[in-house]
């Protein structure tokens, strides 16, 4: 095939903005931030079992908690009917009975006022645990509501970098031949389509050409479409082909 060397020139143009299109489809598609936002999500779950496991047991805290100040204050109901019978009393056995009873109940309060300290120590620890816990998830979702809104503004950018790339490459494609135009497409498929030939080195796989290869170049038309004896791209030789 022979095409003039202007419109082989354009094909770089026109691999150049392929390479753009590809690179905003895959950042529309996959934005760099998508892996770190699912990081979080799965963070944000594994969180939210173990404040679940947290708020449990400060749950049961409260519970035990309240029954232990439920029995306080039946303990007290007590003490105090039996401080009023005991006044009221002149029967000395029944006097007895009650300041033994309430010698026991003294001593059953003191008991529960121990119970109940340490109950409220360990509910404090618990709500501090609670609270640890809900200040993780929150700094979580904060991050992954900074990230989502980084990832949509990227997604953004790409699409509007695809819109563009893909109108110029329209524009530029109208004015290569449409023989050409569909050998490049493809070798696309395949390969980079189109390259500079650059001092001897195909810049679509990086490969300098061997001295019999770059020959055969050398002494090709100028019009005639040459390709990579490595990697089958058309190979686009300017004055800085090293010809």
Request: net charge negative; charged share 30%.
């Amino acid at each position: 095939m022979n095409a003039s060397p202007a419109d082989q020139r354009r094909l770089l143009d026109i691999a150049d903005l392929d390479a753009r299109i590809r690179q905003a489809e895959g950042t529309r598609k996959n934005p760099p931030q998508a892996a770190r936002v699912n990081e979080l999500l799965a963070r944000r779950q594994e969180l939210s079992q173990e404040l679940a496991t947290r708020l449990g047991a400060r749950d049961d805290l409260r519970a035990e908690l309240a029954r232990v100040e439920s029995d306080v204050a039946v303990v007290d109901a007590r003490r105090a009917r039996d401080t009023e019978r005991l006044a009221a009393t002149s029967n000395v056995k029944e006097a007895q009975g009650y300041e033994s009873e309430l010698a026991s109940l003294a001593r059953r309060k003191s008991d529960l006022e121990d119970a109940e300290l340490e109950v409220m120590e360990r509910l404090e620890q618990a709500e501090a645990a609670v609270a640890e816990q809900e200040a993780l998830i929150a700094e979580t979702n904060k991050q992954g509501a900074e990230l989502s809104a980084e990832g949509k503004r990227v997604v953004a950018e790409a699409s509007a970098a695809l819109e563009s790339a893909t109108r110029d490459r329209a524009a530029i494609a109208d004015t290569i031949p449409a023989d050409l135009l569909a050998l490049y497409d493809r070798l696309a498929t395949r390969n980079a389509g189109a390259a500079l030939l650059r001092r001897g080195t195909c810049e679509g796989c990086h490969m300098v050409l061997a001295g019999t290869d770059l020959q055969a170049v050398r002494q090709a038309a100028e019009d005639a479409v040459v390709t990579c004896p490595e990697c089958g791209c058309i190979l686009v030789r300017t004055e800085e082909s090293g010809l």
